[in-house]
């Protein structure tokens, strides 16, 4: 069963992406199901950007460990989906504030 | 007030430029060294990119400014590592120190400068910063909406863009030569154009832009940019490339020609490079070398050779964390561009030794190993981090860095050789980069010894009579500088409160590490093959 994003931290990242789209001609829709890479065309160095602006709201991430992850997936799964990101986010959000 | 400039050519040496002076393709060159100084301009260690360029904003060695490389340690006994960025640099720049003594100032192009630092002025970050998202990086907010009125203005070309950095360099045909040199030939104009339009539009007084295309065309055409490599009877391909080649310098001539014509007669303008260039013709498989050695275990010991997939993935992103075995490891490299070698210290390591144990063995096994080709130590030089890195932020540079004899580059991938002769030559880093300046108050006319990168902070600071912070590695550098002018105007001098990031315009930190991008990025400059 899928899980059910976080809807706040999932409008707060559409709006970042779909603020970047404007800049760079993406007019696919973005939904939680769409892959950073193979939906959107975009290059890891983006998501590492992205991740820059998603902490700047949240607080630091351990976004290392999370990219390690990824890297151990079977080659065609080396991608990441929105809502995806969206879960990690929440998640290590919700551990960041638990710690203060 | 008068302005300051500093025009940064990456990977610039005189190897290359000199020839291109001599035979009339850079008039402008060959007119500001006539009325000013010349003189090589020594990097640091590493002379790298992400390291020098900050040294170069800062005056300070990378243990003194915290940035060592692309990727920066997340801590520093950690496996991870962090994307490089402006929270790496702990420490005033150019750009703090002029802001905060009310002068304006541009940085475009240089690296380390994401997220933008809150400055009295402009910022467009260069470096790895990936064209979609140019529009985060420039500061002031609303910069990047100017810049699109622009008639030029085009991202993709202006920023980094992977894909035609792939599709140029991995593998790089014979055909996509050509196209790779008139695309650096058309980036330099549009950051051109971007510092003209912002000069032209307020009375900015420090002005810094790095100009990268120097760098990325002799990685590549390193063969057709010394003489000494030339084709004796180039055919008619290779006779394009030399031309192309040199049509990007003379254009890169006439750029710097205008952008101090539009300064003024009475702005102080100091061309700097980053670090110089030479030819590079072996590649020495670091981790390899460091497993046969009994130093490193990977974690599938069963591995059997095969070509590397050419397609970047997140499998890359972190090689060192998923292919190492880090119960049994105990020293490794990361990444092929910082040249540096890490150690692990951990009880049940290979025979259990200890950090001081295994540095010493390193080191007299390092020693020991030669090049097969020319029989030669492939070590020229070893830097133990505490030499090279004496400072607060030691402790994040790897153990032991580098320097490999005759250009030599490192491949950190898994390989059942130690070494590989590439079968054409390549560009790699040296030490010796250039430096040009002219100026009130700068010699004229003079070739002058040595200035070292710690030096070029505290020259641009004197010349808009700033202070210097006084925990910089460099001087004024009294071979560049008239002595009456020194006398009439000693240096001043400040006392920076203490080791902290460039203020930004938030207080988050970026600690994405994507190896995917290293190595794609690497390769593409011809790091690794």
Redesign the interface.
């Given at each position: 069963m899928t899980r059910k994003a976080d809807p706040e931290v999932l409008a707060a990242i559409l709006d970042l992406i779909n603020?970047?789209a404007d800049?760079?001609e993406y007019s696919g829709p973005v939904t939680e199901e769409t892959l950073f890479l193979t939906d959107m065309g975009?290059?890891?160095?983006?998501?590492?950007?992205?991740?820059?602006?998603i902490?700047?709201r949240y607080?630091?991430?351990?976004?290392?460990?999370?990219?390690?992850e990824?890297?151990?997936?079977p080659?065609e799964e080396?991608?990441v989906t929105v809502g995806e990101l969206v879960n990690y986010v929440s998640d290590h959000r919700q551990t960041v504030a638990a710690r203060e | 007030m008068p302005k300051t400039l500093l025009l940064g050519l990456d990977g610039a040496t005189f190897t290359v430029l000199d020839p291109l002076i001599e035979r009339g393709k850079m008039p402008f060159l060959e007119k500001l060294i006539a009325e000013g100084v010349r003189s090589p301009l020594r990097s640091i260690v590493p002379a790298l990119t992400p390291p020098a360029w900050t040294t170069v904003m800062t005056g300070k060695r990378p243990g003194k400014h915290g940035v060592f490389d692309f990727f920066q340690k997340?801590e520093p006994d950690s496996r991870?590592?962090?994307?490089a960025?402006s929270h790496n640099v702990k420490s005033e720049t150019i750009w703090s120190v002029a802001s905060e003594h009310g002068l304006k100032v541009v940085s475009l192009n240089f690296p380390l400068m994401?997220?933008p630092p809150a400055v009295n002025g402009y910022i467009v970050p260069g470096g790895?910063?990936?064209?979609?998202?140019?529009?985060?990086g420039c500061y002031p907010p609303g910069l990047?909406d100017r810049l699109k009125t622009l008639p030029s203005f085009n991202?993709r070309e202006l920023a980094?863009d992977?894909?035609l950095e792939a599709k140029a360099l991995e593998g790089c045909a014979a055909e996509e030569y050509a196209d790779w040199i008139r695309l650096h030939s058309r980036r330099e104009a549009r950051w051109s154009e971007i510092l003209r339009s912002i000069m032209a539009d307020d009375d900015v007084d420090l002005v810094g832009v790095v100009f990268d295309g120097a760098d990325k065309l002799q990685h590549l055409c390193w063969r057709f940019l010394d003489p000494a490599m030339r084709p004796a009877e180039p055919n008619a391909w290779e006779q394009e490339i030399i031309d192309l080649c040199e049509e990007y310098f003379a254009r890169l001539d006439a750029i710097l020609a205008d952008i101090v014509e539009q300064s003024g007669a009475d702005a102080t303008v100091v061309v700097a490079s980053d670090h110089g260039f030479g030819a590079s013709h072996d590649v020495f498989y670091i981790n390899a070398w460091l497993e046969e050695q009994g130093f490193l275990v990977w974690k599938d010991e069963a591995w059997e050779s095969q070509e590397v997939?050419p397609?970047?993935?997140?499998?890359?992103?972190?090689?060192h964390?998923?292919e190492l075995n880090w119960d049994r490891t105990v020293a490794y490299a990361a990444t092929p561009s910082s040249l540096g070698i890490n150690i692990v210290e951990q009880p049940n390591a290979v025979g259990g030794r200890d950090r001081a144990t295994v540095l010493a063995d390193l080191v007299s096994a390092l020693r020991q190993v030669r090049n097969p080709w020319t029989g030669q130590p492939i070590v020229a030089q070893i830097h133990s981090r505490d030499e090279a890195f004496t400072g607060p932020f030691e402790r994040y540079g790897p153990d032991l860095t580098l320097t490999l004899a005759d250009g030599a580059a490192i491949s950190i991938l898994r390989s059942d050789v130690l070494f590989r002769r590439r079968d054409i030559p390549l560009g790699n880093h040296k030490w010796d980069g250039v430096f040009i300046a002219r100026g009130p108050g700068i010699r004229a006319g003079e070739s002058v010894d040595e200035v070292s990168l710690v030096d070029i902070a505290p020259l641009l600071l004197y010349s808009l009579d700033l202070p210097i912070p006084t925990d910089v590695d460099g001087v004024v550098p009294p071979q560049v500088v008239r002595p009456e002018q020194i006398e009439q105007r000693p240096p001043k001098w400040f006392t920076p409160e203490g080791a902290t990031a460039m203020p930004t315009d938030?207080d988050?930190?970026?600690?994405?590490?994507?190896?995917?991008?290293i190595l794609?990025?690497l390769r593409a400059l011809g790091y690794v093959e």
């Open positions: 603020d970047m800049d760079w975009l290059e890891s160095l983006d998501l590492v950007i992205l991740g820059t602006m902490q700047q607080g630091q991430l351990p976004f290392a460990e999370f990219l390690a990824i890297g151990q997936r080659v080396r991608d | 997340e991870y590592f962090q994307f960025s994401f997220p790895w910063m990936p064209w979609r998202q140019l529009r985060l990047f991202p980094l992977m894909t997939d397609q970047i993935g997140f499998a890359n992103i972190t090689r964390i998923n938030s988050i930190e970026i600690d994405s590490d994507d190896e995917a991008t794609s990025r």
